[in-house]
């Protein structure tokens, strides 16, 4: 239940340690840096670093070429000095060759792609007779292999007077595959035509010869020639990867190293040929984080006190027990505590369990959400894991003190005879319950509202620590109005008007007049600034809800107990559907009942308990308006 101690540190150092000093800072997880704005905005003569990126473009350059010619570089321990000029034209030319070997062998798979494609044509027109000689020396005809869709082949009827002769070859399902001849001057019209019919032109190459066997057999050499060369190809690029891939590897360590230093330059302050960098470091590694970096030539470190700056103001840090950990996700929900503040993650983790393990009493099922959580926590590495190993833990014993394993509230009394325990469905246990219930609210908000004192001593205001109705005056009015209320219900009268008049009506009428008082105690005027009527009528209804809040807030404890006997309730409603089950369908009905249960009242509970924590508690002490301490590689994400 504390907050990490910071010390504020400048980093002064010179241009040439600017990668240095910065690299270091990336790395380290006790550092949080201040926006260089802070301070130029504030100082004449400092001005924001600015300084152009020039790695940026090196590492597209590699992960573009990665992606396309599938190989990948690692990042690899080396030194930050790079020669951008000479990295860059490194780059340049060996992409320019591997993309020229790569654009050959883009044209070699398009002659294969057509050259599939025509022995597909020549398979269909086997048996044709044609000779491709014949065919090709035509000096005046114009021929065209390719495929039509069946449906289209009908629509060729419609063009009788137009010039060219069309040759069907073989049929499938969905393409027939032909060849049209026309004359040169009617080709442009002709071609139109079959375009339109959705044609597919194949492209035979001029140097087959003969049958279309003896066309096939040349086609597929020349395809099988190109399939090798292509091969070769590609084990040149990879030759030429792997000769440069250790430079490779060293240009996109040290581009991404210096790159992201450059996300780094919003918190570098300029002051003439100097650079600094501002920021907090945790106290106990103040004296390692100095000694770390003015080991580089040329940097000093000033330390100061965390509060020493006025414009800036600390971040915090949380730092919480093994047990309080997990319930920090709750606390940074309503936001972190000031640095000044106080962190109450541990009140928060002790209140939380107590209450969820009353409401969501149950042996046997908290010992499973237990195991649940501790699932979910190492090896789905989710924080709520580590809070439902504790809250199944504390539901496992105050489901041990209710007797409850999984809803059957008789198994431990019938199995441990002479021990006694709180059976929560007992009519005679009823108000009891819920008594005990509304006495550990009223504790907890006692606790809340002394913490609320705490903290506001803490900080020097002392006029809400009095006033306020979450101070002095509010905790002695509460608790009057409890001892009345005590002595009503136990049939014993120890109140007099001087008790009414000293502890429950003169705290009322020091909360009504709090802003006035405050005003008057540091000296501000007017007393009144908008006139004593409209104070009145503004602090009369404040001073209405107050009262009417102290009442919700304590009857609000209430349903603590209620969830213990809606626990205890549903859990009755799943044994008496098993029993009229009966058989192996009892025992199904047993198990999917406690899941149903457990699932649906264990969502419920802890969103109520939420709403206790913060509605009820946090409310009256915490504002949750600090600053989260942050790395740069988490300021950055």
């Not at 905005?41 to 600015?50: C, E, F, K, P, R």
């Not at 027109?125 to 020396?137: P, W, Y």
């Not at 100097?274 to 580089?296: A, C, Q, R, S, Y």
């Amino acid at each position: 239940m504390a907050i990490s101690k910071l010390s504020l540190v400048s980093i002064n150092f010179d241009k040439n340690q600017y990668n240095d000093v910065l690299l270091k800072l990336y790395e380290r997880d006790d550092f949080h840096p201040e926006l260089s704005s802070k301070f130029t905005d504030s100082v004449a003569g400092l001005s924001a670093y600015n300084n152009d990126n020039l790695y940026e473009e090196l590492l597209v350059r590699i992960d573009e070429m990665t992606t396309k010619y599938h190989f990948k570089v690692q990042e690899i321990k080396t030194d930050t000095e790079l020669n951008v000029i000479k990295a860059k034209e490194f780059l340049d030319d060996l992409f320019l060759d591997i993309d020229r070997i790569h654009a050959v062998k883009e044209q070699l798979q398009k002659m294969i792609a057509e050259n599939d494609d025509a022995i597909t044509q020549l398979n269909h027109v086997e048996g044709s007779n044609i000779n491709f000689d014949d065919l090709f020396n035509c000096q005046y005809l114009v021929i065209r292999f390719g495929k039509l869709p069946i449906h289209s082949e009908n629509k060729l009827a419609y063009y009788d007077a137009v010039p060219f002769a069309y040759k069907s070859f073989k049929k499938d399902e969905k393409f027939v595959w032909c060849m049209y001849v026309t004359t040169p001057q009617d080709a442009p019209e002709v071609d139109n035509i079959f375009t339109s019919l959705y044609f597919e032109k194949i492209h035979i190459p001029e140097f087959v010869h003969g049958s279309c066997e003896l066309a096939e057999a040349e086609i597929e050499e020349e395809s099988n020639l190109a399939r090798k060369y292509s091969e070769n190809l590609d084990a040149r690029i990879t030759h030429l990867i792997q000769d440069n891939i250790n430079d490779l590897n060293r240009i996109y360590s040290i581009a991404k190293q210096l790159n992201s230093v450059y996300v780094m330059q919003k918190y570098i302050v300029r002051a003439g040929d100097k650079l600094i960098v501002h920021g907090f470091v945790l106290k106990n590694k103040e004296i390692e984080f100095k000694k770390t970096f003015e080991e580089i030539r040329g940097v000093n470190v000033d330390i100061l006190p965390a509060t020493s700056d006025m414009r800036l103001e600390p971040p915090t840090k949380l730092k919480n027990s093994w047990f309080a950990l997990p319930f920090r996700m709750f606390v940074e929900m309503y936001g972190v505590p000031k640095y000044t503040d106080v962190d109450p993650t541990l009140l928060v983790a002790i209140s939380y369990t107590l209450l969820f393990g009353i409401m969501f009493g149950d042996l046997g099922q908290g010992i499973i959400l237990s195991l649940v959580g501790l699932f979910a926590q190492k090896k789905l590495k989710m924080q709520l894991g580590g809070v439902g190993v504790r809250l199944g833990i504390s539901s496992a014993i105050f489901g041990l003190f209710f007797g409850s394993v999984f809803g059957n509230e008789e198994f431990l009394a019938e199995n441990l005879k002479g021990i006694s325990f709180f059976n929560a469905m007992s009519p005679d246990n009823t108000m009891t319950l819920l008594l005990a219930a509304i006495g550990l609210g009223v504790i907890l908000i006692l606790v809340s509202m002394i913490f609320n004192i705490i903290l506001n001593v803490k900080k020097k205001n002392i006029g809400e620590a009095i006033l306020s109705q979450n101070g002095i005056c509010g905790v002695t009015f509460y608790v009057a109005v409890l001892g009345l209320a005590l002595s009503v219900m136990m049939g014993f009268n120890f109140v007099n008007p001087l008790y009414i008049l000293l502890l429950i009506v003169l705290p009322l009428i020091l909360i009504f007049l709090k802003e006035p008082l405050i005003r008057k105690f540091e000296e501000h005027e007017p007393m009144f600034p908008s006139g004593f009527g409209a104070f009145f009528v503004e602090g009369f209804f404040e001073l209405f809800e107050v009262v009417l809040s102290f009442i919700t807030n304590t009857m609000s404890f209430l349903r603590v107990g209620g969830f213990v006997l809606s626990h205890a309730g549903m859990m009755l409603v799943v044994y008496t559907l098993a029993s009229m089950v009966g058989g192996i369908g009892e025992i199904i009905v047993l198990i999917l009942g406690n899941i149903f249960v457990m699932c649906l009242e264990g969502l419920i509970v802890g969103i109520q308990v939420l709403r206790l924590e913060f509605y009820e508690m946090f409310s009256r002490y915490y504002e949750g308006n600090g600053i989260p301490f942050k790395t740069i590689k988490e300021q950055n994400v």
